[in-house]
């Protein structure tokens, strides 16, 4: 290796061993002078990190910037109301060769003012700092380490962030951060360094605790949320992207829970729509908005492609929108309410950051971001509610006793772990090694008042911990015991095969337990095990066993609104157990009404810890759908409905009263009034005996789809065009089919004799078509003309135009010179049908040429399901053309016919794919749109038939196959509503 071409006088360079790390090796500092050969290397494998300065800090560096940066603002600031300043370029790969290198850049003047304040704070020298940064795993370089990245972090904010955030205020331009491109959790902390002196994020104050919690009706809070979130008080917000990363969406909420307000934004980035839905669900869950940004379509096609396909469907926007709409009916239900979880899960970002260095040997700091992202995983699988707490948030933590409860005949002392708005009855430290002395103390004056801690990562060595406390000396000595178990496993060679949780109940209230899941050998009891070990302690408020749905919790108040979402592709009937008793208050996405959900099973008589009772209520979500429900205190009568949807009950002292909706005539129901149990059957005589009859009352007036397809000019034949005189030597020559290479290779082609070379091929186009559109992504070096049908369209000069045009057929104005990739409108060249294209390329000098790259969007219009059918199956047997993606939107104008005696229909309709969207629209105005399943409300006593049309259509670029259906179907179920009485004793 040549370390000249890598190393400058001004460099520091550091080589790593890879087997056996100890510390970094200094093998070149500006103090040398001179760069060392290529036998300075030691023997054997190596990690080389060189420090390269990329210019001087100079003074006036940070307000050459901000100048730049207010003139770039105040001229966009009547045009923008944002502005996103990309990351990405920070952290890259870079590929040298055979060599692939990982590049980090910092800005010079943060970078040096970080390394001086740091040199100075620990007592180092410059070299000793960026040696600890290299690899160090000794003590001192963690704390060398920790104490870099805070100053990094705070030279940022100075320099950098607060100038930048201060120029964008005052023009009224929102500054964002863009870090949507790393993929690597650990690339924001060495980009940035510490984020939250970064962005200079502290904790929250007593009054503004005040703001939220001083009202108790639900208008007052929403008056003191909409002041709040204005645009005045919003201006100086961080706003940061982020990837669609459970992880680090559920990280960088912790940081927005326990320090000042930061927006964090989702970049979603999917294929298909129910990826797209499934990464909103998280962002939504973690308080993030969800932000879709990427078009999808084949590797090899063009974004222009992409969005030229997705614009020229002209139902796509309202879709888009419409699916916007639903999502930000999820997120306000999240946003406008609070996280009060009982588990604070700590975050030991300080012993984080003292692992964290630049070399990808031995990093702890990876190991640490796996752990937390796997019991994140597990959490969120066994529905605990929990809030992730930096531990510097930990050690500044008050505990707090609330009155004791009397369960049998013990007393249970209750306590709490207050944390800025959060009071916390568990501890979780997922990674107990490295943990602060005044953590451990917290956590002992924590376990002390009745709290109850699990440590569920490798235990911390005995030397870390100081048996002075009771928790503290259960905490040695259970950590001495794995390490003596670990110690006779090694000397006898046997695997870990009997690891279990350790426990501690006490007697006082509280509970302890340690148990290394990760390192459990059985992957399936090991998350069980973890599970039960937890419940000791901690029950979940919302439990359900079917594992396609995800719940979530907030509260608003003293009310618990709890969030259900189906992330399967197929409908969903399950159970879910709530630790409350109340009402049960439903908002459904599929028709955006807040009714009373009453369907009640029963009441469990289950007492925990709590002594809570549980509601066990059935409940049925369709594909990719989201419910929300709040249980406001109180026992009012619920109703168990088994064959209608109830919507209204109320009670009187001789009768109920049911209102709902229903499709057959004998209704069956259980009325829950208190502990009293009612049951209900009820003959409606209005409703027909067949429930189909009732979905007769829809009828189909028309029907026809709009279909946009891409697809890629594939098949190639080539024939050399010989000079004049020598065409009479070689006669008509035949067209050569050319292999489906990307360069083609000319052979026996005597250069000198000719002319130039003709490419060809011929694609048949479908019916029904009203639109064809060409984009010449990459035409062949040296290519003169390209004609459809023996027309010339495009030439690659004027001159050429005038050359080629000698003939009655070409028309000089409609040919177009082309010299970049573009867009051309080739519907009125189709001649029945058949479209045949013809380039003419100059003979390449080294026999050799690319083959042009060709994109054909087009735009049908179909009046039958039969259409259709012919349509795709004209596609895919032709040979010219590959990669081919279809956009499908199909229309049914629907009249719906009047009932009498009936006041409203309750109408559902459903797609029979659950990657489409339903866009219900009435009178130009659109009713509901959502995911694969709406639901619509129509007057029907006393009015004229109602007119309506439902799209199903597709939102993303979906491949066309032999085996796909190509006919969007629609499928619809009317219930009628209904009213009756009941007389009950």
């Known amino acids: ?24 090796y200094a093998l070149y500092m500006p103090e040398l002078r001179e760069p060392p050969s290529g036998d300075a290397l030691p023997v054997g494998d190596y990690e080389l990190l060189i420090w390269h300065p990329g210019g001087q800090a ?46 980090r850049r910092w800005w010079s003047p943060v970078f040096i003012e970080a390394l001086e304040r740091t040199a100075h704070t620990v007592g180092e020298l410059d070299v000793e700092v960026l040696r600890a940064l290299s690899f160090d795993p000794s003590r001192d370089a963690d704390e060398i380490r920790s104490a870099f990245w805070r100053e990094l972090g705070r030279a940022y904010h100075e320099k950098l962030i607060m100038p930048l955030q201060e120029v964008a205020s005052s023009c009224s331009i929102r500054l964002a951060w863009d870090w949507s491109h790393w993929r690597n959790p650990l690339s924001p902390w060495v980009a940035f360094g510490d984020v939250r002196e970064c962005f200079g994020l502290k904790r929250h ?18 008056t003191k949320l909409d002041a709040y979130f204005n645009e005045d008080n919003t201006m100086n917000i961080p706003i940061i992207v982020l990837r669609h990363d459970q992880w680090l ?62 614009l020229h469907a002209n139902w796509w926007l309202r879709k888009r929108s419409a699916l916007n709409h639903y999502l930000a009916r999820m997120l306000a239900g999240m946003r406008h309410a609070r996280r009060y979880a009982p588990m604070a899960v700590v975050t030991p970002l300080m012993h984080f950051q003292g692992k964290l260095h630049l070399s990808r040997i031995a990093n702890e700091a990876m190991e640490c971001s796996d752990a937390w992202r796997e019991l994140d995983d597990l959490l969120h699988r066994f529905h605990f509610d929990y809030d992730w707490v930096p531990d510097d948030n930990m050690v500044e933590a008050s505990v707090i006793k609330k009155p004791p409860i009397q369960v049998s005949l013990t007393a249970i002392e209750r306590v709490g772990l207050c944390i800025g708005r959060g009071c916390y009855t568990v501890a979780v430290l997922p990674t107990p090694q490295g943990c602060c002395e005044a953590l451990w103390v917290k956590l002992s004056e924590f376990y002390e008042a009745g709290g109850s801690i699990f440590l569920l990562g490798a235990p911390p060595p005995p030397s870390e911990v100081s048996a002075e406390t009771e928790f503290l000396k259960w905490v040695h000595a259970t950590a001495r015991s794995y390490q003596v178990r670990f110690a006779l496993q090694a000397e ?50 919302v439990e359900t066993h079917h594992t396609a749905i995800k719940t979530a919790v907030r509260w608003l108040n003293e009310t618990p609104l709890i969030m259900v979402w189906n992330s399967s592709g197929e409908l969903a009937e399950f159970h879910l157990r709530i630790r409350c008793v109340g009402t049960l208050m439903q908002w459904q996405a599929i028709d955006g009404s807040i009714n009373d959900y009453l369907h009640y099973a029963r009441v469990e008589e289950e007492v925990d810890a709590e002594e809570t009772l549980c509601i066990v209520t059935p409940l049925t979500l369709q594909p990719y759908c989201a419910s929300i429900i709040s249980v406001p205190t109180g ?7 088994a064959n209608f949807a109830v919507t209204h009950l109320e009670v009187n002292i001789s009768e109920l009263r049911i209102t709902g909706y229903a499709r057959q005539r004998h209704l069956d129901a259980t009325v829950s009034i208190g502990r009293r149990t ?84 011929e694609v048949n186009i479908p019916p029904s078509i009203e639109r064809l559109i060409l984009w010449l992504e990459r035409l062949p070096e040296g290519w003169l003309t390209l004609a459809i049908n023996n027309r010339i369209i495009a030439c690659s000069s004027a001159e050429i135009a005038v050359t080629h045009t000698s003939r009655a057929t070409d028309d000089l104005s409609s040919i177009s010179v082309i010299s970049t990739p573009q867009f051309f409108d080739a519907t009125s060249y189709i001649n029945h049908g058949r479209m045949e294209l013809v380039m003419r390329i100059h003979m390449p000098d080294k026999g050799s040429m690319h083959l042009p790259a060709i994109w054909l969007l087009m735009h049908l219009c179909a009046s039958s399901g039969q259409t259709i059918d012919d349509v795709f199956h004209f596609i895919t047997a032709s040979d010219a053309i590959a990669h081919v993606h279809a956009l499908r939107n ?83 179920s009317v219930a009628s509503k209904v009213h009756f009485n009941v007389e009950v004793e």
């Open 205 to 222: 104050s007593g009054a503004h605790e005040e703001q939220f919690n001083s009202s108790d009706d639900s208008q007052g809070m929403r």
């Open 890 to 972: 199909s229309n049914w104008d629907l009249q719906v016919r009047a009932l009498d005696d009936v006041d409203e229909l309750r109408i559902e309709w459903s797609a029979t794919e659950p990657e489409s969207i339903v866009h219900v629209a009435r009178n130009t105005a659109c009713d509901v749109a959502g995911p694969a399943h709406v639901a619509t409300i129509v007057g029907s006593h006393g009015q004229k038939p109602a007119s309506m049309r439902v799209q199903v259509s597709d939102l993303k670029l979906m491949p066309v196959t032999s085996d796909m259906e190509h006919k969007m179907e629609l499928r619809w």
């Open 249 to 310: 969406l559920q990280l960088f909420t912790s940081l927005r829970e326990h320090t000042a307000q930061v927006i964090t934004i989702a970049r979603i980035s999917a294929t298909k729509m129910s990826e797209e839905l499934e990464y909103a669900w998280h962002a939504i869950r973690n308080g993030a908005y969800p932000l879709w940004c990427d078009l999808h379509g084949h590797p090899e096609m063009h974004p222009s492609v992409t969005l030229r396909a997705l």
């Open 58 to 103: 100079r003074e006036d560096a940070t307000s050459e910037v901000v100048d730049y940066f207010n003139e770039l603002s105040q001229a966009l600031s009547d045009c923008i109301s944002g502005m996103a300043i990309e990351c990405g370029g920070l952290v890259a790969v870079v590929s040298d060769g055979s060599r692939r290198c990982l590049l």
């Open 635 to 641: 026992m009012r009568p619920h109703v168990a409905a």
């Open 1 to 24: 290796m040549d370390l000249t071409q890598l190393i400058h006088r001004e460099c520091y360079a550091f080589a790593v061993p890879t087997r056996e790390p100890t510390r970094s």
């Open 678 to 761: 009612v049951e209900i059957a009820h003959h409606c005589e209005m409703l027909p005996d067949d429930p189909r009859a009732l979905d007769r009352c829809v009828r189909v007036l028309s029907q026809y789809g709009d279909i946009v397809i891409v697809a890629q000019v594939h098949q190639w034949q080539w024939m050399p065009q010989y000079r004049w005189w020598r065409k009479w030597l070689h006669g008509r020559i035949a067209w050569t089919p050319i292999a489906e290479d990307e360069r083609v290779t000319l052979t026996n082609v005597p250069a000198k004799h000719v002319e130039c070379i003709l490419l060809r091929t």
């Open 492 to 541: 006898l060679g046997a695997p870990v095969d009997d690891l279990s949780p350790v426990t501690y109940q006490n007697p006082h209230g509280g509970c302890l337990g340690m148990f290394d899941w990760r390192l459990c050998p059985d992957k399936v009891e090991s998350p069980l095990m973890t599970h039960r070990m937890l419940l000791l302690a901690l029950r979940p408020l």
